[in-house]
C-alpha cells in the first residue's frame, strides 16, 4: 500500500500499532493510538508494543529496502525473462523516475516506521503509572525504538538526500522531519545537518536506554553493541572517519563476534543461521520468516527436479572480483550443472558450470514449507564484516594507513583472500566483494563520488543467452560520475508532492506531479 506523509500524520484519530502475525512469537495484539489518551498502560500492554515495534524494524530489512542499491550498480545483470522486475531501477533511464513503485515503496515503508517509533515514544513517557514508566523494560523499550528510527532516518536521508557534506550540510535539503505523531504537523524537507544531528541524538538516547544489555552473537533484540554498529556507520556516512573507526575497531577487538573462515562457518552463517557473525540477528521461524531474497536464486520444482530460475545473475565483473581461493567466491556464486541444479529461463534449460549463481541468500530451509529453500533467512540488520570495512576505511580516510591495513588485512585473511596495502582503492574492492546484496553498493559510490564501469555479464551466461540483451540489461553500461550521480539520490516520490506540495524534488528529475 502506498502511504504518503500527509496520510501517515493524519489518520483519522486513532492509529494501530502492528504487533505481528505470529501466533507463537509475536502474538495477533493490537494497540489503538488515540493521541492525547494513554497507550500503555500494563506491562503487558508494554510487551505487546514492544514487540509491535520489533516486528515493524524486521520487515523494512531486505527484499526492497536491499535489492535498489545493489540491482542499479555494477554487481548484476538482468537474467532472460526477468519480467522487467526492477527493471527501471536496474536501467536508470526513462523508467526510472518519481513514479516509480520501488522508490515508493522505500519511501513509505520507513515513514509508516517512523510513525510506530514515534507513537512508542511518547507512549512510554506517558505511561500514568510510575513504577511501569520508570522500569528497566521500560528504558530498553525507548532504547529500541530510538534505535529504530535513528536507522530509519539514515536510511532515507542517505538515500533521498545528498551525500552528507559538512560544508554544505546546512543548506543541503534531506527529508522531512517528523519525532512526534499528531494530526498537525508542518511537513517540509528539513536539512542534511538537521536531520543527521537528530539521528545523532537518536543514536546518544538508545545508548543511554541499552547500555546495561551486553552484545552478544545472533542477539534477537537490540544491544549497546547494536546502537554502537549502528553508530559507527552514521559517523562513517558523516565523514567523522577516527571516531567511526574507533567504534567499529572496539566491537572488531571485543572478540564476541568472529568472521566465517572455512566453509563450514559459512554454512552455519549463511545458510543455517548459527554463525558468528551477527550483532544482531532477528526471530525467525517458518510462520514468519524473514524478508525474502529470492529475486537472486529463485528455484522451481518440475517432476521432482528442481532448477535456478532467478530475476538476476552476478555480473562477470562481480565474479572477477574475487580470487579463486576466496571463500566468498565458493560459498556465495554457486555454480550451475551438476553439483547444483541447471539454469531454466525462457524455457530453455542450460547445465553449463561456468554460470555462477548468487546465492549469499539461498536461504535456511526450517523457514519454509517447501523441502527446498526460497530465499528466507533470519534478518540480520548488523555483522561485524562491515565493523571490518568501516574500521579500515576510517582510519584510511583519517590517515592512519597502518591501522587501516591491520582490519582490511583481517578481513581479507579470514576471507581467504590476499592481503593488499591499506589503500582506499583496496579497501573500495573490498566494500564490494564483503557487502554485496546487503543495500551498500550504491551507497559506497554515492559516499565516495564514484561511479563505476561496465557491469559486463558472465561470458557462459551471454553465450547460453541467458541474460536480457540490449535496453533491458545494459551489461556495458557505465555510470559516469560527472552526470549520473544524481540517480544516487532517489526522487522524492510524485505522489508525496502531489499531496504535499510544500516538498522540492531532487536535482535531475521531472518537476511534473502529474
Known amino acids: 500500500m502506498k502511504q504518503t506523509i500527509k496520510y501517515i500524520l493524519t489518520l483519522a484519530a486513532s492509529a494501530m500499532v502492528l504487533a505481528s502475525c505470529n501466533l507463537d512469537k509475536y502474538p495477533i495484539n493490537q494497540i489503538v493510538y488515540e493521541e492525547g489518551e494513554p497507550a500503555i498502560l500494563t506491562s503487558s500492554d508494554l510487551s505487546s508494543f514492544e514487540l509491535g515495534i520489533m516486528a515493524v524494524f524486521r520487515s523494512r530489512i531486505q527484499s526492497t529496502y536491499f535489492y535498489v542499491d545493489d540491482l542499479m550498480c555494477d554487481g548484476f545483470n538482468a537474467a532472460k525473462s526477468y519480467g522487467n522486475n526492477f527493471g527501471p531501477v536496474h536501467r536508470t533511464d526513462e523508467d526510472y523516475n518519481a513514479s516509480n513503485e520501488d522508490i515508493e515503496t522505500a519511501w513509505a515503508g520507513y515513514y509508516t516506521a517512523i510513525k510506530n517509533y514515534n507513537i512508542a515514544i511518547s507512549s512510554a513517557n506517558a505511561i500514568p503509572n510510575r513504577e511501569l514508566r520508570e522500569s528497566a523494560a521500560a528504558a530498553h523499550f525507548k532504547g529500541e525504538a530510538f534505535l529504530f528510527r535513528a536507522y530509519s532516518y539514515l536510511y532515507l536521508a542517505s538515500h533521498f538526500g545528498k551525500a552528507y557534506d559538512s560544508s554544505s550540510a546546512a543548506s543541503d535539503l534531506s527529508v522531512p522531519l517528523v519525532t512526534v505523531w499528531s494530526n498537525n504537523v508542518k511537513v517540509e524537507r528539513a536539512t542534511n545537518k538537521e536531520v543527521y544531528a537528530q539521528i545523532g541524538k537518536d543514536l546518544d538516547s538508545a545508548a543511554v536506554f541499552l547500555a546495561d544489555i551486553k552484545g552478544a552473537v545472533r542477539n534477537e533484540r537490540p544491544t549497546i553493541d547494536a546502537v554502537n554498529a549502528l553508530k559507527a556507520r552514521y559517523?562513517?556516512?558523516?565523514?567523522?572517519?577516527?571516531?567511526?573507526?574507533?567504534?567499529?575497531?572496539?566491537?572488531?577487538?571485543?572478540?564476541?563476534?568472529?568472521?566465517?573462515?572455512?566453509?563450514?562457518?559459512?554454512?552455519?552463517?549463511?545458510?543455517?543461521?548459527?554463525?558468528?557473525?551477527?550483532?544482531?540477528?532477528?526471530?525467525?521461524?517458518?510462520?514468519?520468516?524473514?524478508?525474502?531474497?529470492?529475486?537472486?536464486t529463485s528455484l522451481f520444482k518440475s517432476d521432482g527436479d528442481l532448477y535456478?530460475?532467478?530475476?538476476?545473475?552476478?555480473?562477470?565483473?562481480?565474479?572477477?572480483?574475487?580470487?579463486?581461493?576466496?571463500?566468498?567466491?565458493?560459498?556465495?556464486?554457486?555454480?550451475?550443472?551438476?553439483?547444483?541444479?541447471?539454469?531454466?529461463?525462457?524455457?530453455?534449460?542450460?547445465?553449463?558450470?561456468?554460470?555462477?549463481?548468487?546465492?549469499?541468500?539461498?536461504?535456511?530451509?526450517?523457514?519454509?514449507?517447501?523441502?527446498?529453500?526460497?530465499?528466507?533467512?533470519?534478518?540480520?540488520?548488523?555483522?561485524?564484516?562491515?565493523?571490518?570495512?568501516i574500521a579500515a576505511e576510517g582510519y584510511a580516510q583519517a590517515g592512519e594507513t597502518e591501522n587501516a591495513r591491520k582490519y582490511l588485512n583481517a578481513l581479507q585473511k579470514a576471507r581467504g583472500a590476499s592481503q593488499t596495502t591499506g589503500e582506499m582503492d583496496n579497501i573500495k574492492a573490498e566494500w564490494f566483494k564483503e557487502t554485496v546484496g546487503e543495500g551498500m553498493r550504491g551507497l559506497c559510490l554515492k559516499r565516495w563520488g564514484d561511479g563505476f564501469s561496465v557491469r559486463y555479464a558472465q561470458p557462459a551466461a551471454v553465450a547460453n543467452e541467458m541474460v536480457e540483451a540490449g535496453k533491458n540489461n545494459l551489461a556495458d553500461r557505465a555510470f559516469d560520475k560527472n552526470k549520473d550521480m544524481y540517480l544516487l539520490t532517489f526522487p522524492i516520490p510524485n505522489y508525496e508532492l502531489k499531496i504535499t506540495p510544500s516538498l522540492q524534488q531532487n536535482e535531475g528529475y521531472a518537476l511534473s506531479v502529474n
Open 308 to 389: 535456478w530460475t532467478p530475476y538476476y545473475l552476478p555480473s562477470g565483473k562481480l565474479v572477477d572480483a574475487y580470487e579463486s581461493n576466496d571463500k566468498r567466491l565458493a560459498n556465495w556464486f554457486t555454480k550451475v550443472g551438476p553439483d547444483s541444479y541447471p539454469l531454466q529461463l525462457g524455457g530453455v534449460t542450460v547445465n553449463d558450470d561456468g554460470i555462477r549463481i548468487f546465492t549469499k541468500f539461498l536461504g535456511n530451509p526450517a523457514y519454509e514449507s517447501t523441502d527446498y529453500p526460497q530465499g528466507h533467512n533470519a534478518i540480520k540488520p548488523f555483522r561485524i564484516g562491515e565493523m571490518y570495512l
Open 235 to 296: 559517523l562513517l556516512y558523516t565523514g567523522e572517519y577516527k571516531k567511526a573507526a574507533d567504534i567499529a575497531a572496539a566491537l572488531v577487538d571485543s572478540g564476541t563476534y568472529t568472521l566465517a573462515s572455512t566453509n563450514t562457518a559459512f554454512s552455519a552463517e549463511y545458510t543455517d543461521d548459527a554463525g558468528d557473525e551477527p550483532i544482531m540477528q532477528m526471530y525467525a521461524s517458518q510462520q514468519e520468516p524473514g524478508n525474502s531474497m529470492g529475486y537472486y
